[in-house]
């Protein structure tokens, strides 16, 4: 292991406003889409943007990316380094709760999906207040 999806990051210690600050004023203030097939439109948003914010990470450019929907399998590095960070996020789940997750567990895979969102959309709320104010 030792990739961005398994590296654990020091405690935040921040400067700036508050996210979740900015987040309730977005809710308010900002559009939002309705997806058309509903939960299987928001897990393909899901897994494009996983995709996405890999290639960021990976270019580590503010550079226009390319439309990967027409090119993922060109792009075999990109495609088997998100494999490997779901290989390793499944290996680090497995670490903490036992077993790496699995369908009939118990739980409401809606309520995870939803709270893991929120964390996912606090933290892209992030990126865009610094980029912001980095202006």
Do not use: C
Not at 50 to 69: D, F, N, P
């Amino acid at each position: 292991m030792g990739n961005e999806a398994t590296n654990q990051q020091s405690k935040p210690k921040g400067t700036g406003r508050f996210i979740h600050k900015l987040q309730q004023e977005d809710v308010l203030t900002e559009d939002f889409l309705i997806p058309d097939k509903g939960l299987l439109t928001v897990e393909l948003w899901l897994r494009s943007a996983a995709l996405y914010i890999k290639r960021r990470i990976m270019l580590k450019t503010t550079e226009e990316l390319v439309q990967l929907s027409e090119r993922i399998k060109a792009d075999l590095p990109l495609a088997h380094a998100l494999i490997r960070d779901i290989e390793d996020r499944a290996k680090l789940g497995t670490e903490k709760y036992g077993e790496a997750l699995r369908a009939f567990n118990g739980r409401d895979p809606l309520i995870d999906s939803y709270q893991e969102v929120l964390d996912g959309w606090v933290y892209l709320r992030q990126n865009r207040e610094e980029k912001e104010v980095q202006k």
